[in-house]
């Protein structure tokens, strides 16, 4: 009902706001209109200029695009919108999308450009993990650069790299007990 009213009212942000919500909510419960409602959200936030809800609309369409088949359409979206996050050039967009593509890599089982696409999330946010002492780091207190840490040491764990998920799982532990403010849910 609130959809409905949302889409008679006009109001562009709400409507954003009410198809991320039920987007979120079908998402929890497996459901494919969760991808339906990210990509209403993901256009009406790329036609209204709303860059934050076009941020959350990626990550629903990422996490739930597994329940449908629409991988061709999420993929386009995440392309678009990372041309966007280029074009703005704030180095934790970068980083997020960055992220948020390799995490649709790693659904779809290739581990190869996830991790090329976590490297560049990396890269983007000016951090290499040493390779011989996580603990040297050259870490700050950023959620991206943690999630990044953490999906690229579950994207190793995936290939069965045990070293290269361990450096990485260490680094991303070490970074949020340095910085309990950074909190990072795995997905």
């Known amino acids: 009902r609130i959809l409905a009213i949302d889409q008679k009212s ?3 942000q709400d409507l954003i706001g ?6 979120g909510y079908y998402d929890k419960v497996r459901r494919k209109e969760a991808f339906q409602h990210a990509a209403s959200a993901y256009k009406l936030a790329e036609e209204s200029g709303n860059d934050v ?6 990550d629903l369409l990422i996490s739930s695009f ?25 180095p934790s967009e970068l980083a997020k999308f960055h992220d948020r593509f390799g995490r649709f890599h790693v659904r ?12 560049l999330g990396l890269v983007a946010l000016n951090y290499t ?8 780091g050259n870490a700050k207190a950023d959620k991206y650069l943690a999630e990044l840490l ?9 290939q069965h790299d045990t070293a290269g998920a361990l450096m990485h799982l260490a680094e991303c532990e070490r970074l949020i007990k340095a910085n309990p403010e950074v909190r990072v849910v795995p997905w």
């Open 18 to 23: 009410t198809e991320l919500r039920l987007s």
């Open 150 to 158: 953490l999906d690229m040491g579950q994207c190793y764990r995936a």
């Open 108 to 119: 779809a089982e290739k581990y190869d450009d996830a991790i090329k696409q976590f490297q």
């Open 66 to 90: 597994q329940t449908t088949s629409e991988n061709d359409e999420c993929k386009a979206m995440l392309d678009q919108a990372m041309a966007k996050a280029i074009q703005r050039g704030v």
């Open 10 to 12: 006009g109001d562009i």
């Open 53 to 58: 809800g076009l941020l959350q609309a990626c």
């Open 129 to 136: 993990v040493p390779s011989d002492n996580p603990a040297t």
